[in-house]
């Protein structure tokens, strides 16, 4: 289901993706298309320029036309001005030159000039209209040819300044364009990786929904959760599960003597010599029994019809007491989790092996209350430690119980913070006094017997803790262990497995078979051997 969800989504993306990518190549078409639009305008431009710097302005083809018609008509060039009247100065030389030609001719010295006579010009080199000054087609030829050739080496120049003005005007443009074009794209590119992380993470996110769905709807299905009020909550029986799964874990990192002793059914006191009925009872193997059985029958090995067990025939009553820290401190470097996890894992290991066992799960801070499994999994961190009510709350469980095996196991990670006063009112901050009440309960609770203790602390950077620690186990008469919170499950069951137990004398139910020595000294040994306890 996964795969198919996945496969469907990853299409959904390929598919935004190629649009994307289409867009992109389409801009990148368009860019081109513009670019050699305007190199092909640029270059048929520079080549009507080389032909205006050898132009013959009385005879230029129409490309020329605006061009030219627009020098012509530049307010500042001088044929667009009328010519001045003469000053006083000309009148005079006017005049000079005019006496000098009349003295030449009257006393026959009169040469011919040789100079052309400069004629003024004879057309309108612009009207005025209503829009400006204009100047026909028509009449260009012939305004041209009146022009001087300094005149007309002036308005060669100014078409191909106008000329070099367009070109850098439409460099300019194509640059902007490009420029546009590029920032398009980019903005695009960045639109497209945005849009590819959108539709992984809603792809992702579609697949997680259908999971959670398909695992919801099974699990209600299997009583694991249930619907309330519109939310998923969680029930024992999937909280048991799982916890058989960390019990599964945690069994791995077992010695194999203690996995092997988990493995087994309960050892509860009073047991049975008797041939091997199921597997699970191998655990109770009496093994020089069985390899004397073995010899005596003729045969080296130990098969089924050879193996003798010890079986429970009277089981005895355990109540066990798991009591752990849920205060501040806690929380830190994931402690609190892995002691729910260990605690789960406990509380699965005593139910495997002691069926009918007593188990109170006691959860404290400032406060202290008894928990189920459930409370157990979702409790949060609190506040201040009060080891002392936990103490007292674990002989209170224990004193009126009937057991005959009585354990507690308190995990914790430092110094009793915090007591409650003769009025009932929590009081933290002085911890001389609460530590001084916690050995007060820890005596308390050393006088329920049997009672077997033991203290897990959490390693700390604080040496001040092991040493309280300790002192609270000594009073107590147990044991303490320091470890980290990933090793807590397995000393929780080492030490769960490692159990004291009460052993009382086997019932003969089933004799060995015969040829045994009937000595004294062998049936001092029998009666030895059928004492002894499996598991």
Known sequence: MRERV??????????TMSEYDRRIVELETVGRRSAAEIAAEL????????RARSLDLSN???????????????????????PSSPGFLDRLRALF???????RGLFGRRKRSTEPVRKDRTIVFAALSGSGRTIGRSEIGDAIAQLNSREREELASSVDRSYKARERDLARSAEEKRKEAEAQRRALEA?????ERRAEHDADRRVRDTEEKRLARELKERGFVAERQGEIQVTYGLIERFARLVLEEETRQLPADVRLSLSGSASTGVYEKARLRRSEEIAHLDLPGSLLAARLEGSRHIDESTSYVYREITSERVHVVLVFDKSGSMSESEKLPAAKKALLALYVAIRKRNPQATIDVVAFDNEVRVLDLLELWECTPGSFTNTAEALHTAHLLLASSRASRREVYLVTD??????????GRV?????DVAMARALERARELATVTPLKFTMILLRSEHPEYEAAAREITRTVGGSL??????????ELLIRWAGGTETVKRPVEAEAVPARRPSTAASKGKRRKSDRRMGG
Not at 61 to 81: C, I, K, N, T, Y
Not at 97 to 103: D, N
Not at 482 to 489: K, S
Request: hydrophobic share 40%.
């Open 97 to 103: 030159r005019r006496l000098v030609a009349w003295l």
């Open 191 to 195: 639109e497209r990786k945005e849009a």
């Open 60 to 82: 230029f083809d129409a490309g020329l036309f605006e061009e030219v018609r627009s020098a012509l008509l530049l307010p500042d060039q001088p044929w667009m001005h009328p």
């Open 414 to 423: 430092g110094l009793p913070e915090s007591y409650t006063d003769r009025d």
């Open 481 to 490: 262990a320091v470890t980290d919170p990933e090793r807590l499950g397995v």
């Open 6 to 15: 996945r496969r469907q989504a990853e299409r959904n993306v390929a598919r």
């Open 427 to 431: 009081r933290s901050g002085q911890l």
């Open 43 to 50: 270059a048929a431009m520079e080549a009507r320029r080389q």
